[in-house]
Structures are given as C-alpha cells and as structure tokens.
C-alpha cells in the first residue's frame, strides 16, 4: 500500500515536533505534523518557559528586601506593570514559537495549522475535511487543566489563562496544592496580588519527599499566601462585585479571579480513537508499551497524553527515541525509573530525583542523610529562610536512592545530581569528592553520618 506520509504527527508540542523534526531530519522520513493551536505546545506557550519568566518577574520584593539586608537602605522597587511585562513576555513567546516552525520546516515536514483525528488505523482526518494517509500515526497532544466538578467552576480560570490576563487581578483563590498551583500563588503573590490558596490535604506538593513538602507548605505563607489547608471548593457564584467561594467547611468568601491548578488530563478526546482499537485507560490516557506503541501497531503516543511522567523533557526523550527506533535503525526506549524534576517556589525552589523518604522506607532499609541550615546569602541579609539537603542511602549496597533539595536554585542543582545518582553512585562516591566553599550544595557531598536510620517497612 501506498502511503501519503511515513509518519504523521498529531500535536505540535516538544513530543510531536521533536519526533517529527528526528524522523524527517535525521532519517529521511516524509512527515506530516497537525497542530490546532500554537506550535510549542504547553511548554512554550503556556506552562515552563512563560511560567519560568513570571517566576523572575515576580521576585522584585525579595530581591528588594535581600538589597536592604546588604547594606542598600533605600533599595526600593516601584509599581509592577504588567501590560509592559505582558507585551515582552507575548513577543518572546511568538520567536519560540517561530524557532520552532522553522526547524520543522528545514527537516521537511509539512506542518498543518488545524487540528487532526484518526479515521482509522493509518488515516489522518483535518478540520478542513482532508484525509491523508500514514504508514505511522504518532499521538502527542498532550494535557488540558481539569477541574473538580462544582457548580459554578464556569467562572473560574484554568491554569492556561494565567498568561492571557488583560490585568491582574485584585484578589484571587488558586485551587490546588500541586507545583503548578503553588508557582503560580508564588508568581501572583510576588506581583502583589493578594492571593488565597485552598488545598484540601494537609500539606501542598503530594508525591514529594514529606520534609520537602513541609519546608515548601512554610514558605508559601511566609511569601504572603493566604494557604488554606484541608478545605476545597464546592460552589462559586459570580455577582456584580466579583465571585463567591463556598468552602466545605461552611465558610465563603469573595475573589476577583479564581483559577484551578487541580491536575491535568491526557488529552485524548476528540482525537476519533473511536474509529480505531486504541485503548485507554479510565481517565483517557492513551495505553502504550515501553515502545510508546499503542495497542494498534501503526500507531504510537508520547508525552502527557500516555500519563506516564509528565514533564517536557521526557516528552522529548520519548519522541526522539521513537523516531530513532521506528525510522533510523536504532531501537531505544526511555529509563522513566529517575527522572529529576524541579517546582519554582520563591526563594526557595524544590529539586528531586529518585525516591522519596516514604517511597524508600516502604522499599527496605534506607538510612538518611538530611541537613537543614539558612544559607549564607539569605542569613546574611536577616532571612530566617530555611535551606534543606537529603540524600538516600542503601545500607546494603552503600546506592544512592534519591536527592531532595530544597532551596535556591534547587533546579540547578538537582539537575547535575540526577547525573551520578542515573548512573548508579554509591554514598561513598559522594563522599569521596572534594567540596567547593564556600557553596550550599557542598552539603552533598560533606554528610557523613546518617541523620536517622530506617528498617524498612515489614512485608
């Protein structure tokens, strides 16, 4: 049979484009590639890269404090504008985006601006009407913000909107105590909008290492954020003068804006999966093997539409092994067992890799090497901010299980300890390297004696 593309692409985030530019580019491929918004995906026009700007943004007040701590008295900031930050931020975007459509188009793939579903196993159906053919479909469409299902959610933002604002508003409720919640009460409360956030556990930033979790849930109200705990929404009415929050704990309150930040869904509806033998799971992410092939063999997913670990960087691991597999002879799947990842909080951020104290305890014997300390820079200003490192060990096999940092830069950092911790490290391997002073992440490799020790959780 006779095919119009070897592969086609649906989505055009950091999965799709990378797969399609490595296939294409690389080995040869005729590729064709669907978008229906902006070609960048979440990360570029709508998540890392304009949240990651905010997040500089939005830290003139500390900065202005610390100046003062320094010995700069009259060290003073001035009013916030975001329709000047706005316009720099768009233009920004729109030259990411463009990079981007220009190293699809060099490879030679054909990009079409409109969305795309499957008719069936190898054809591809445009918004336009247009069919095509594929020897390859390749999903990579993503995530879209959910909401938890309360009457009158319609009023609210979801996380997306954050960078559409016309003006910033007022008074606002985040809902939510995932990273994406927590960065944005850090970025709205760091331009001075007086920010709620509610979260119905008992501490923000589930699935990290508790202690971390506890140090982050502490900063949030010493930046200023009305953090809420153990209490969610279940009704909003919107009047004259803004939205009424109903709490579950019986109590309201009124907000210009409200924004969810509760989670994403893979974004698999209305892709025509219907028309094919692709299964999903309840939630609607797309089941694949550790190939990314689907249960139909033409057909492939990457990325947050799979529900597998959502983060761009693995989106892009998963594309290029895909294209390199597939299209260039050279079959390689994707280790998703470490896998750093960093939340920008303000000052302090939280980096990790591997598991958690809780993950470890439950797995066997772990001992724990844990400091917490104010860093130099932040003390020396008259911060009482609190800095923490941790590594954890194998007794057994003297194995470096996970690294959890929580502080400055923490991002920075956590990436190059993901480097030894990936490649197998012993604890004595960190130990065996010289410190660079005077430095925060010289705690790394200067913990000599663990600060507890577990036995593991019995069987």
């Known amino acids: 049979m006779t095919f119009d593309y070897d592969l086609f692409v649906i989505g055009g985030g950091s999965g799709g484009v990378r797969a399609a530019r490595i296939a294409a580019g690389e080995h040869g491929a005729k590729v064709g590639l669907a978008e229906e918004s902006r070609l960048g995906g979440t990360c570029v026009i709508r998540g890392c890269v304009p949240k990651k700007l905010m997040i500089f943004a939005s830290q003139a007040g500390n900065m202005q404090a610390e100046m003062q701590g320094y010995g700069w008295p009259d060290a003073k900031t001035g009013d916030f504008s975001w329709e000047i930050y706005r316009e720099k931020q768009d233009a920004e975007l729109t030259r990411l985006e463009l990079i981007y459509r220009a190293g699809l188009e060099r490879a030679g793939v054909e990009v079409h601006d409109q969305r795309a579903k499957l008719a069936d196993h190898h054809t591809v159906e ?157 939630n609607g992410a797309i089941i694949v093997d550790e190939w990314s092939q689907t249960s139909v063999p033409s057909v492939y997913a990457v990325g947050d539409v799979t529900n597998r670990v959502n983060l761009t960087p693995v989106a892009i691991r998963e594309g290029h092994s895909f294209a390199d597999t597939v299209f260039g002879n050279k079959p390689r799947t994707v280790d998703h067992s470490i896998v750093a990842s960093a939340v920008y909080l303000r000052p302090h951020e939280l980096g990790s890799v591997g598991l958690t104290e809780e993950e470890a305890v439950l797995r066997g014997p772990v001992d724990v090497y844990s400091t917490v300390f104010r860093p130099m820079r932040s003390m020396f200003a008259g911060s009482d901010a609190r800095m923490m490192m941790k590594l954890l060990v194998d007794p057994k096999t003297d194995k470096v299980l996970g690294c959890h940092i929580f502080g400055p830069e923490a991002g920075e950092m956590i990436q190059l300890s993901a480097i030894p911790i990936g490649m197998g490290a012993t604890k004595a391997q960190f130990d065996a390297t010289i410190a660079v002073h005077p430095t925060a992440a010289e705690e790394l490799v200067t913990m000599r004696q663990p600060s507890r020790r577990h036995h593991g959780v019995p069987g």
């Not at 920010?195 to 140090?215: I, K």
């Not at 200023?224 to 003068?241: F, N, Y």
């Open 126 to 282: 445009l918004a336009d009407g247009t069919r095509m053919t594929a020897k390859h479909i390749l999903i990579a469409t993503g995530g879209r913000p959910a909401k938890i299902g309360v009457p009158g959610e319609e009023h609210a933002m979801i996380s997306d909107d954050l960078f559409l604002m016309d003006k910033l508003p007022k008074r606002v409720l985040l809902v939510g105590g995932g990273f994406i919640a927590c960065e944005f009460a850090t970025i709205l409360a760091g331009l001075g909008v007086d920010t709620v956030q509610a979260y119905r556990g008992d501490a923000v930033l589930r699935g990290f290492d508790r202690e971390a979790r506890d140090l982050a849930t502490l900063q949030l109200s010493h930046q200023g954020i009305d953090l809420r705990l153990g209490i969610t929404p279940t009704r909003l009415d919107k009047g004259a003068d803004g939205i009424t929050v109903s709490f579950d704990d019986d109590s309201t309150d009124r907000f210009d804006a409200v924004m969810f930040a509760t989670g994403r869904d893979p974004y698999s509806w209305g892709l025509g999966l219907e028309n094919t033998q692709v299964k999903t799971q309840p």
